[in-house]
């Protein structure tokens, strides 16, 4: 996923100035990834159960919360497309 929007950016912005920030972000985080994984942080992950249900806990709890605001916001623009589409449809079918 993080290539596909690191591609995006790429064909996107106009100048590579543009698109810039998401790809250093993106190469610091895979660096920082790569270099954890290189010490043994995944022996310590491995090896704690707690570590692993705390982490796994915090993941489950951002995905709700970011399905609930991303959720919400499309219902509403659904809403909003819906309401828009039906006024022209409703002064074209009945007539005054």
Do not use: E, Y
Not at 38 to 64: D, E, N, P, R, Y
Not at 74 to 92: D, V, Y
């Amino acid at each position: 996923m993080q290539n596909v929007f690191i591609l995006t950016q790429g064909a996107v912005q106009r100048r590579w100035r543009h698109a810039l920030p998401a790809v250093l972000t993106a190469s610091l985080c895979d660096t920082l990834l790569i270099f954890l994984a290189v010490l043994g942080v995944s022996l310590v992950w491995l090896g704690s159960a707690w570590l692993k249900t705390a982490v796994m806990g915090a993941g489950i709890l951002f995905c709700c919360i970011w399905a609930g605001v991303h959720g919400r916001a499309s219902l509403q623009q659904a809403k909003a497309k819906r309401r828009n589409g039906f006024r022209p449809a409703n002064k074209s079918l009945l007539p005054p």
